[in-house]
């Protein structure tokens, strides 16, 4: 099985803060990566697919890159309703895994 | 608008059984392959099952191949999770998932979630 990554666990942040969010895969995945955010007591929200793609209608201030192993999520400037935990996940192969999540609070 | 609405959790004893719902509107159900995610109170997403567009396909988890059981009705567009001999450790938030497309792809929309709960 592909393990997924995550780093880091937690992060603390400001509004209007950039932040950046890793995500390793323990093998090559190419871009088949997909980014969640989960609010609490919520259902997960899909936000990038193919590492780099943005679903409809979330916000450009979300960017993701990375391809191979190494991936990221960028927050450019961080909003009120950002703050949540946010999930990795590859479909390259099943089973299909997600990294351990990392949650992002206000500081 | 897309929906997808579970039903079906609940509190069963461990040996237990119960059958998962996930009630699809807004969207060509039998055009899309279909996916179980649960979560466990407090712990991270962890990908259970999933079906291809027709039923012919499908795909589980180690921790519960030979104890749950994916299927779909297309021409109810439900999606179903038949999940037998219960323990302590599937007690969780079950989502069904919507791929964007294939197998292949990854899930786009989420349902709100149906809790069950594994207890004496």
């Known amino acids: 099985d592909i393990q997924m990554t995550q780093s880091p666990s937690s992060l603390s942040a400001s509004v209007g803060d950039r932040v950046t969010i890793t995500c390793r895969a323990s093998?090559?995945?190419?871009?088949?990566l997909a980014w969640y955010q989960q609010k609490a007591e919520k259902a997960p929200k899909s936000l990038i697919y193919a590492a780099s793609s943005l679903q409809n209608g979330v916000p450009s201030r979300f960017s993701g890159g990375g391809s191979g192993t190494d991936f990221t999520l960028t927050i450019s400037s961080l909003q009120p309703e950002d703050f949540a935990t946010y999930y990795c996940?590859?479909?390259?192969?099943?089973?299909?895994?997600f990294g351990q999540g990392t949650k992002l609070e206000i500081k | 608008e897309v929906q997808l609405l579970e039903s079906g959790g609940g509190l069963v004893e461990p040996g237990g059984s119960l059958r998962l719902s996930c009630a699809a509107s807004?969207?060509?159900?039998?055009?899309?392959?279909m996916s179980w995610v649960r979560q466990a109170p407090g712990k991270g997403l962890e990908w259970v099952s999933s079906?291809?567009?027709?039923?012919?396909?499908?795909y589980y988890a180690d921790s519960v191949k030979g104890r749950f059981t994916i299927s779909r009705d297309n021409s109810k567009k439900t999606l179903y999770l038949q999940i037998n001999s219960l323990r302590a450790e599937d007690t969780a938030a079950y989502y069904c998932?919507?791929?964007?497309?294939?197998?292949?792809?990854?899930?786009?929309?989420w349902g709100q979630g149906t809790l069950v709960t594994v207890s004496s």
């Open positions: 996940q590859q479909y390259s192969n099943y089973p299909y895994t």
């Open positions: 807004g969207f060509t159900f039998s055009s899309y392959a």
């Open positions: 093998q090559g995945i190419s871009t088949w």
């Open positions: 079906i291809g567009f027709n039923g012919n396909t499908k």
């Open positions: 998932a919507r791929h964007t497309s294939t197998l292949k792809e990854c899930f786009q929309q």
